[in-house]
């Protein structure tokens, strides 16, 4: 397929996104399920993306992260789910749908992005997205599961954990979180029971967004990068998401 068939925004059909993930063409396009943008080659393997609760796939943090797999050998499918798309057409913040809405979303896009001719399909997101992409993994099995910055409890709200799905976890789980995350502290995760699966790597004074303290003399961008690092050393090792 020409690359003219795959630039950037136009509106293309479920088989013609398949056939170019297989001729390994990259970009944003729209598909009747909205947005995707691929970047990278699939050195690792592929690892679909979904954002969180309040920003999308257009934000710092998620912009540099998959610079930073890319340049790791790992593709990212980043995806936005269909309340966020409402949100930038009316100008307005909306606060997400019921979780399971999104599951089912998210479901949706990984049955659209599976194809026997491409690499294994790697769940995982930001925060929220994470938790869609952990419920999914849960109920469906996955290649792997990648987590940056958890939400294991709502903030100042430790008793209410998200963790009743985690025991069906039986693929590969890496957690990337940073240390002061008030959506799961690293002494706070340390006292949960996390299946086997699981590997947690804790970003040194990151908060929710992998961001620092001045005083710490690290940067965000730093974290990111380290982040990334994680994560594809991770699916190295698991063998799981690798290209042939």
Do not use: N
Not at 88 to 109: K, M, Q, S, Y
Not at 116 to 138: D, H, Q, T
């Amino acid at each position: 397929m020409s690359h003219a068939a795959c630039r950037d925004d136009v509106l293309i059909g479920a088989s013609e996104c398949l056939r170019c993930l297989i001729d390994g063409e990259t970009g944003r396009w729209w598909l009747p399920h909205g947005p995707l943008e691929v970047c990278g080659e699939p050195r690792l393997g592929r690892l679909l993306i979904a954002h969180g609760a309040g920003a999308g796939q257009d934000s710092t943090f998620l912009q540099r992260l998959r610079e930073a797999l890319a340049d790791q050998g790992v593709q990212t499918l980043a995806i936005e789910f269909a309340y966020l798309q409402r949100m930038r057409r009316e100008g307005r913040r909306r606060p997400p749908p019921r979780i399971d809405h999104l599951v089912e979303e998210f479901t949706a896009w990984c049955d659209l992005l599976s194809h026997p001719e491409l690499p294994p399909l790697w769940l995982g997101g930001k925060s929220l997205g994470g938790r869609v992409a952990s419920l999914v993994a849960a109920r469906d099995g996955a290649a792997g599961l990648v987590l940056c910055g958890y939400p294991f409890h709502p903030p100042r709200r430790p008793e209410r954990l998200r963790l009743d799905h985690w025991p069906a976890l039986a693929c590969p789980t890496l957690v990337v979180q940073g240390a002061r995350d008030p959506f799961g502290t690293r002494g706070e995760v340390a006292g949960y029971d996390l299946p086997s699966v699981a590997r947690l790597h804790w970003l040194e004074d990151g908060d929710h967004d992998w961001k620092p303290r001045r005083a710490s003399g690290l940067t965000q961008a730093a974290l990111i990068d380290q982040g990334a690092a994680a994560i594809a050393a991770f699916l190295a090792r698991s063998g799981r998401g690798a290209s042939e």
